[in-house]
T-cell receptor
Framework: GNSVTQMEGPVTLSEEAFLTINCTYTATGYPSLFWYVQYPGEGLQLLLKATKADDKGSNKGFEATYRKETTSFHLEKGSVQVSDSAVYFCALSPNTGNQFYFGTGTSLTVIP | DSGVTQTPKHLITATGQRVTLRCSPRSGDLSVYWYQQSLDQGLQFLIQYYNGEERAKGNILERFSAQQFPDLHSELNLSSLELGDSALYFC?????????????FGPGTRLTVL
C-alpha cells in the first residue's frame, strides 16, 4: 500500500540553524512527493514537490530530493528563520487514482 | 489567500446531529478534495470530486457524504455525529483530475461535537 512516515516532532531550533525533517514513503509504482506547510490558524500550502526520482524540489530556501533507492524525501533548509515556524507535512500522490496520503506532520518552532 | 473558501469557519453541534460544510474552489478549478484533520489520526483524505463526479474515496465513513454541484462548489454532509467527529475539515481544489496536481487548500471548518 501507500503511506508516508515522517519524523516525530516537535522540533525547536534557533534562528539560522540547519533544518532537516525526515520523510520516507511506501508506494506502489512511481509516486509524486510533496511538502506542504501549515502556518498557525491557516490551511495548508504547497511548499515544494518532485514528480520523479532524483528530482529536487525547492522553494523559499527549502529543498528536498526524491530518492527512490532510499524511498525518502527529506526536507532541508540551511538557515531557518522565526517565520518558518509552522507544521510541515510530507505527502504522496500515487499517480494512479486520485488518493492522496499525508504524513503525521512535524511541528517546527524557531526561536530568535 | 488560496482562493478556496469554506463556510462556516466554526461549527458547534451535539451528538446525533447532522451538519453541512461548504467549499467553493478557486475560480476555474474543477477538482475538489475533502480532508479531515484530527489530533489522533492526522490528516486523512476523505473524497474527491471532479466536475460533479465522484472520482476517489479515502477513509470516509458511511455517515458522511459529499457532492459537487454544477457551479462546482462542494458540500460535505456529516450525519449522526459522534464526539470523535470533532476535527478540522479542509477542502482543496485543483485544476486537474489528478491528485499529483497542486492542491490549494481552504482555511478549514472547525467542527466541535458536544
Amino acid at each position: 500500500g501507500n503511506s508516508v512516515t515522517q519524523m516525530e516532532g516537535p522540533v525547536t531550533l534557533s534562528e539560522e540553524a540547519f533544518l532537516t525533517i525526515n520523510c520516507t514513503y511506501t508506494a506502489t509504482g512511481y509516486p509524486s512527493l510533496f511538502w506542504y506547510v501549515q502556518y498557525p490558524g491557516e490551511g495548508l500550502q504547497l511548499l515544494l514537490k518532485a514528480t520523479k526520482a532524483d528530482d529536487k524540489g525547492s522553494n523559499k530556501g527549502f529543498e528536498a530530493t526524491y530518492r527512490k533507492e532510499t524511498t525518502s524525501f527529506h526536507l532541508e533548509k540551511g538557515s531557518v528563520q522565526v517565520s518558518d515556524s509552522a507544521v510541515y507535512f510530507c505527502a504522496l500522490s500515487p499517480n494512479t487514482g486520485n488518493q492522496f496520503y499525508f504524513g503525521t506532520g512535524t511541528s517546527l518552532t524557531v526561536i530568535p | 489567500d488560496s482562493g478556496v473558501t469554506q463556510t462556516p469557519k466554526h461549527l458547534i453541534t451535539a451528538t446525533g446531529q447532522r451538519v453541512t460544510l461548504r467549499c467553493s474552489p478557486r475560480s476555474g478549478d474543477l477538482s475538489v478534495y475533502w480532508y479531515q484533520q484530527s489530533l489522533d489520526q492526522g490528516l486523512q483524505f476523505l473524497i474527491q470530486y471532479y466536475n460533479g463526479e465522484e472520482r476517489a474515496k479515502g477513509n470516509i465513513l458511511e455517515r458522511f457524504s459529499a457532492q459537487q454541484f454544477p457551479d462546482l462548489h462542494s458540500e460535505l454532509n456529516l450525519s449522526s455525529l459522534e464526539l470523535g467527529d470533532s476535527a478540522l475539515y479542509f477542502c482543496a481544489s485543483s485544476g486537474e483530475d489528478f491528485s499529483g496536481d497542486t492542491q490549494y487548500f481552504g482555511p478549514g471548518t472547525r467542527l466541535t461535537v458536544l
